[in-house]
C-alpha cells in the first residue's frame, strides 16, 4: 500500500520549492501542490510535470490515482485570504 509521505517526498524531490499535500485511502490520492515552478504553465502542463516525477509508481500500479491541484505561490495566496 502506498504511503502518502512517500509520494509527497517524491513530489518534493522533483519541486524542490513546491509545499505539497497529500491525502488518501492508499490508492488512491489528492495531492495539493504550490510551486513557483508552475509560474507560465498551463494547467496540462503542470499536471505532467507532476505525473512525470511519478511515472514509475504509475507504471508499476503501485499509484493508482492521484488528483492535483497545481498552483503558483501567488494563486494559492489570494486563494488563502
Known amino acids: 500500500m502506498m504511503d502518502t509521505q512517500q509520494i509527497k517526498a517524491w513530489i518534493e524531490a522533483g519541486l524542490p520549492d513546491a509545499t505539497v499535500e497529500v ?3 492508499g490508492r488512491h490520492f489528492q495531492a495539493l ?5 508552475f509560474e ?6 503542470r499536471h505532467r510535470m507532476v505525473k ?3 511515472q514509475e509508481q504509475f507504471d508499476s500500479g503501485i ?3 492521484l488528483s492535483m491541484r ?4 501567488e494563486q494559492w495566496a489570494r486563494e488563502k485570504t
Open 52 to 54: 512525470s516525477l511519478l
Open 63 to 65: 499509484l493508482h490515482a
Open 40 to 45: 507560465g504553465k498551463t494547467l496540462i502542463q
Open 70 to 73: 497545481t498552483l503558483t505561490p
Open 33 to 37: 501542490i504550490v510551486s513557483p515552478a
Open 23 to 25: 491525502v488518501g485511502d
